[in-house]
Nanobody
Framework: QVQLVESGGGLVQAGGSLTLSCVVS????????MRWYRQRPGSQREWVAH???????TYATFVKGRFTVSRDNAGNTVYLQMNDLNPGDSGTYFC???????WGQGTQVTVSS
């Protein structure tokens, strides 16, 4: 069974950093394109970043060079390094596998001003 487990969220002050992790099991992770999404309070889930098996990355416009997505195929893990966080980045962050309707429980990020 495919499972995704996100972690690394927490409370951070504006301007701070967090690194989120998503461990994937039950599938050949190395051949899958992965995405990070977030859901801010009162808003729909929105795409944040994307990484292909060949490490090609794409980011939403609002990231503006602050976030970096990476992967460790040996550890079946995708990461989201987030720098220069602001209160607008607060929300629940999820990872997902492109082409599959599988989501983890998410990890909560709260940025205080």
């Amino acid at each position: 069974q495919v499972q995704l487990v996100e972690s690394g969220g927490g409370l951070v002050q504006a301007g701070g950093s967090l690194t989120l992790s998503c461990v994937v099991s039950g599938i050949d992770f190395s051949i899958k394109t992965m995405r990070w999404y977030r859901q801010r309070p009162g808003s729909q889930r929105e795409w944040v970043a994307h990484i292909t098996p060949s490490d090609t990355t794409t980011y939403a416009t609002f990231v503006k060079g602050r976030f970096t997505v990476s992967r460790d195929n040996a550890g079946n893990t995708v990461y989201l390094q987030m720098n220069d966080l602001n209160p607008g980045d607060s929300g629940t962050y999820f990872c997902t596998i492109v082409g599959m309707d599988r989501w983890g429980q998410g990890t909560q990020v709260t940025v205080s001003s």
